[in-house]
């Protein structure tokens, strides 16, 4: 069970740029621009970004479609788990027609169970994620899962979500028995169901992060035997940075030790920690041994902390 | 004893004038009409700018215990009542020939972020001030010690409100960090958990002053009404408070709420920047209103309290219970209490 892990990375984003002078935002463009972003990477169907994030996961995981044993489909939009019908009827029959049962068709992974994961907001690939490895720990059968995210606003929405500019793209990782480059060495969430109302309470929602994010770190952390400064790297998300530095000094963790992306996307709901997972270990940031700490927020409201371990071993 | 107590209608003046009956009290007022009537209190019309003449030949004991406490007004608006006004008083104090005692009442902020035991002394030397207020309240300290009067200086700890009832008269600074961690709205709190946080009762203050003016003049000395090493440590008021809120609000009673942090200073500048560069109209009113208060947090340090001692202190447990419940069941004095409100009548 100990060497389950993350064992192929694949994401996907749109082609369009937009700067941030031609976004629909709520704050000036100056005042995002100071939270690090400079503009959304904007889609017209999560589908071709899913598609393309999976082929992408499968190909560094060096894995058939066929050798997929369950795929999770993970988006925090309810028009992500839709696909429209080619035979519409009008009727409630075509609110049948999943995006989930619609890729794994489309990617050909015949012998895979499919099964959708929603309502976590941007932190929906974490518990895809964690249901992965939970199925693969649980059912010794299983050997490969395949887990998606991929989100994109409807054509026109305002892309700014408290304070953060949003971009789509889409996300996929192979979670493996063997072989994995990134081994699971924990996980924690701390769901608040208080907050679920996101429009009513978002201030509250904004006092709430940065005290339970703490908290759901430290307590994996806790779990797992570790302190603060046996984190070698932190992986952000894309939201605003600024707020990546106050949350490594309440955790104790040196600030040295945050991952500093070398490009901006924006923040991409579910695909964040992917890509500049992906990016880091293309950079050459990761060795052997590494703790690599994740974290996530979403809407719900959920705090989700990942910790992997670089494996010494390469996929064959 | 004819006493002048001015401050009358803030936070402490009703309580004091309450215990230094059977005395004589005239207590300057601006307005006459909404002042509180009290037993043995004369009102008298007037302000620091505008001082009762006709008065002098009887005042005996001037306690002064007025002032501008808006934390975040600027040092020269805060001056103008807590400088100048304690000037004039001054003036007026030396033109009464009955004179014996001046009580200058002021705060243990004055000790702006000085740490550690600190004595019941003059501050010779301008500490670093965490607001400007605290600057203002130093400055009257200095002129009360220069102006050779009769003049003794009580300084106040942070008056939480009525340990009777709990009620609170003019919710301040303390009150208004209260009402944002209540609701939820503050996730850090720049300080240490060793911090004390150092609450008195109205009534606590208002009998260390009025034992001040019983016990035998003498001149300079400096009293602490303060709970010294009775206060609660930061860690501990915020965990109580959890408790407490958690029988009140479903936030904190389901935990998703959750007791703030305690941070360091850089932290907390690095969220205030944060915020600021936010726009967020809310977070700027709950970091404009925990910059005027917070900031003491990060000077730990344990007041001497001579005086003070001998005067009952009410645990800070109750102290702090009753006075989160009137201001929740006030909805911050916003509302009318189904209990009887701390008052003179």
């Not at chain 1, 908290?215 to 998300?237: F, G, K, Y």
């Not at chain 2, 009580?154 to 961690?181: C, F, K, N, Q, T």
Request: proline fraction near 6%; hydrophobic fraction near 45%; glycine fraction near 6%.
């Amino acid at each position: 069970m100990k060497r389950i892990g993350l064992r192929g990375l694949g994401t996907a984003l749109p082609e369009q740029f937009t700067p941030l002078a031609e976004l629909p935002l709520l704050s000036s463009p100056d005042r995002l621009a100071a939270f690090g972003f400079g503009g959304a990477w904007i889609a017209e169907d999560p589908a071709s970004l899913a598609v393309r994030a999976a082929r992408n996961a499968l190909a560094d995981a060096r894995i058939a479609p066929s050798e997929v044993d369950v795929l999770f489909a993970a988006g925090a939009l309810p028009q992500a788990h839709q696909r429209a019908s080619e035979q519409p009827t009008g009727g409630v029959l075509d609110a049948f027609c999943y995006s989930a049962s619609w890729l794994q068709e489309e990617l050909g992974l015949d012998r895979a169970a499919v099964c959708g994961i929603a309502q976590q907001g941007c932190a929906g690939m974490f518990s895809a994620l964690r249901a992965a490895r939970g199925l693969l720990a649980a059912e010794p059968e299983l050997n490969h899962a395949l887990c998606v995210g991929a989100d994109v606003l409807p054509p026109g929405a305002c892309r700014e979500i408290l304070y953060n500019v949003i971009s789509d793209a889409a996300c996929a990782v192979v979670v493996s028995r063997e072989k994995a480059r990134h081994r699971w060495a924990g996980f924690h969430q701390i769901s608040k169901g208080y907050y679920w109302d996101v429009p009513a309470k978002q201030s509250e929602i904004i006092a709430a992060y940065f005290p339970t994010a703490r908290s759901v770190i430290m307590e994996l952390l806790r779990r797992e035997n570790l302190s603060a400064t046996d984190v070698d790297l932190v992986v952000p998300t894309g939201v605003n940075a600024t707020s990546w530095p106050i949350l490594m000094r309440l955790c104790g963790i040196p600030e040295e030790r945050l991952y500093r992306p070398r490009r901006s996307f924006g923040h991409t709901i579910a695909a964040d920690s992917f890509l500049l997972l992906e990016e880091a270990r293309a950079s050459g940031c990761l060795a052997p041994g590494m703790r690599l700490l994740l974290f996530a927020y979403g809407f719900g409201s959920s705090w989700c902390a990942l910790l992997l371990e670089v494996a010494e071993e390469e996929v064959a | 004893m004819t006493i002048l107590l001015t401050g009358f209608t803030g936070n402490v003046g009703v309580e004091i004038a309450r215990q230094l009956a059977p005395n004589r009290v005239f207590a300057l007022v601006r307005d006459l009409k909404h002042a509180p009537r009290l037993d043995g209190v004369t009102l008298v019309k007037g302000n620091l700018e505008c001082l009762p003449a006709f008065i002098q030949g009887d005042v005996e004991a001037i306690i002064h215990c007025a002032a501008a406490v808006e934390f975040k007004r600027s040092l020269e608006e805060l001056r103008r009542t807590n400088v100048d006004g304690v000037a004039a008083l001054l003036d007026f104090a030396r033109s009464c020939p009955r004179l014996r005692r001046f009580i200058q009442v002021s705060t243990i902020c004055v000790c702006g972020d000085r740490t550690g035991p600190t004595p019941e002394a003059p501050l010779p030397e301008a500490p670093h001030f965490v607001n400007p207020y605290e600057q203002s309240k130093w400055e009257a300290e200095r002129l009360v010690l220069a102006a050779e009067l009769p003049a003794e200086i009580v300084r106040l700890a942070i008056v939480a409100g009525s340990e009777r009832d709990g009620s609170v008269r003019r919710p301040g600074a303390l009150h208004h960090a209260l009402y944002w961690l209540y609701k939820g709205l503050i996730p850090m709190i720049p300080g240490t958990a060793e911090s004390r946080v150092d609450l008195i009762s109205t009534e606590f203050a208002a009998t260390v002053l009025a034992a001040a003016l019983r016990s035998a003049p003498e001149p300079g000395r400096i009293v602490h009404a303060s709970a010294g090493t009775e206060s609660p440590k930061l860690g501990e008021l915020l965990d109580f408070l959890a408790g407490f809120f958690s029988q009140h609000h479903r936030g904190w009673a389901s935990g998703a709420v959750s007791r703030p942090d305690i941070v360091d200073r850089e932290t907390f500048t690095l969220f205030e920047k944060s915020v600021m560069q936010s726009g967020d109209l809310l977070f700027r009113r709950v970091c404009d209103d925990a910059q005027s208060f917070l900031p003491m947090l990060l000077y730990p340090r344990t007041m001497a309290t001579s005086l003070a001692k001998s005067v009952p202190l009410a645990d800070w447990r109750t102290l702090a219970r009753r006075v989160a419940s009137w201001l929740i069941e006030t909805d911050w004095n916003r509302k009318p209490t189904t209990t009887p409100a701390y008052d003179a009548a």
